[in-house]
Antibody, heavy 119, light 106 residues
Framework: EVQLVESGGNLVQPGGSLRLSCAAS????????MTWVRQAPGRGLEWVAN????????YYLDAVRGRFTISRDNAKNSLYLQMNSLRVEDTAVYYC????????????WGQGTHVTVSS | SYELTQPPSVSVSPGQTASITCSGD??????ASWYQQKPGQSPVLVMY???ERPSGIPERFSGSSSGFTATLTISGTQTVDEADYYC?????????FGTGTKVTVL
């Protein structure tokens, strides 16, 4: 059974940093692109970043490029999102999702982790 | 910035057909996927490559695409289908979600 479990969400002050993690199991992690998606309170889904199988390609939402870094450790079946210079508008539930890039689909999602940026 | 436009809401009676559109000029020659999200839950993939249904998704869900518009159709809509629905497409270096549609079954 495919499982994705996010962790690391917290309350942080503007300008602060957080590192989110996503532990994957039930599939060959190194065979899939992985994605982070967020959802601000009462708002729609927003794609944040994705990373290729071996980490060689990474893509970012314009609003987070230069502040967020996506990475993965295939030996640990884990995906990460390092978030620096956090802003109030980064407040959201952050989901990790398994991506099949060739058919542009996000076929399994985690339960999400809450990030609140507030003073 | 690039957008995928969906109707904010669609209302349907039980047993009737609900159609949700997703429009954007960059949908031409690009696949769309669709996600269902119920309150307090994570999104679930219900359609990919415009018209492919993942295993476990009921046959009443179908998809199509033509030109600038992708469409998710729910035939014989049930109360359990009440949810928010989002389309998604890849545009060379970014994914774009649609604006979302709340489907109400009443």
């Amino acid at each position: 059974e495919v499982q994705l479990v996010e962790s690391g969400g917290n309350l942080v002050q503007p300008g602060g940093s957080l590192r989110l993690s996503c532990a994957a199991s039930g599939f060959t992690f190194s065979s899939y692109w992985m994605t982070w998606v967020r959802q601000a309170p009462g708002r729609g889904l927003e794609w944040v970043a994705n990373i290729k199988l071996d980490g060689s390609d990474k893509y970012y939402l314009d609003a987070v490029r230069g502040r967020f870094t996506i990475s993965r450790d295939n030996a640990k079946n884990s995906l990460y999102l390092q978030m620096n210079s956090l802003r109030v508008e980064d407040t959201a539930v952050y989901y990790c999702a398994r991506e099949t890039h060739s058919s542009t689909r996000l076929d399994f999602w985690g339960q999400g982790t809450h990030v609140t940026v507030s003073s | 910035s690039y957008e995928l436009t969906q109707p904010p809401s669609v209302s349907v009676s039980p047993g009737q057909t609900a159609s949700i559109t997703c429009s954007g000029d960059k949908l031409v020659n690009r696949f769309a996927s669709w996600y269902q999200q119920k309150p307090g839950q994570s999104p679930v993939l219900v359609m990919y490559q415009d018209s492919e249904r993942p295993s476990g998704i009921p046959e009443r869900f179908s998809g199509s695409s033509s030109g600038f518009t992708a469409t998710l159709t729910i035939s014989g809509t049930q109360t359990v289908d009440e949810a928010d629905y989002y389309c998604l497409a890849w545009d060379s270096s970014t994914y774009i979600f649609g604006t979302g549609t709340k489907v109400t079954v009443l």
